[in-house]
């Protein structure tokens, strides 16, 4: 997470606050109302009918893989420095190792 904000990124990690171990649907209601971009490994957020990405500046889901920790973030800061925000606002992308699939 570091990476992310020192590249001037505002990050809210999950897993290092107080709101550690909190339901799907209070994640996603906390991104809706921050207005923000919700980064995650969790499969859950895929499905559009509890999670639309609509509602939110996008959700980029890492796809599982062979990957480590800085490695997913160099993937996610890569997407990032490509594409502009109004490319993925509001839907979902997947990220692959080597593919993004933006719907």
């Known amino acids: 997470m570091s990476a992310l904000r020192e590249a001037g ?8 606050s ?6 799907d649907e209070q994640v996603f ?10 980064i995650t490994r969790d499969y859950h957020f895929t499905n559009a009918i509890r999670f639309p990405a609509i509602a939110t500046k996008g ?13 997913e973030i160099t993937l996610i800061h890569g997407f990032l420095s ?7 606002s ?3 992308v997947t ?3 080597d593919a993004v699939k933006i719907r």
Do not use: C, P, W
């Open 82 to 88: 490509r594409h502009a925000a109004d490319t993925f």
């Open 59 to 71: 959700i980029l889901y890492i796809r599982r893989g062979n990957l480590t920790a800085a490695e």
């Open 18 to 23: 107080s709101t550690a171990g909190i339901t």
């Open 90 to 92: 509001g839907k979902l």
């Open 95 to 97: 990220i692959y190792k």
């Open 9 to 16: 990124h505002e990050v809210v990690a999950i897993a290092e």
């Open 29 to 38: 209601q906390m991104v809706r109302q921050r207005d923000a971009l919700l």
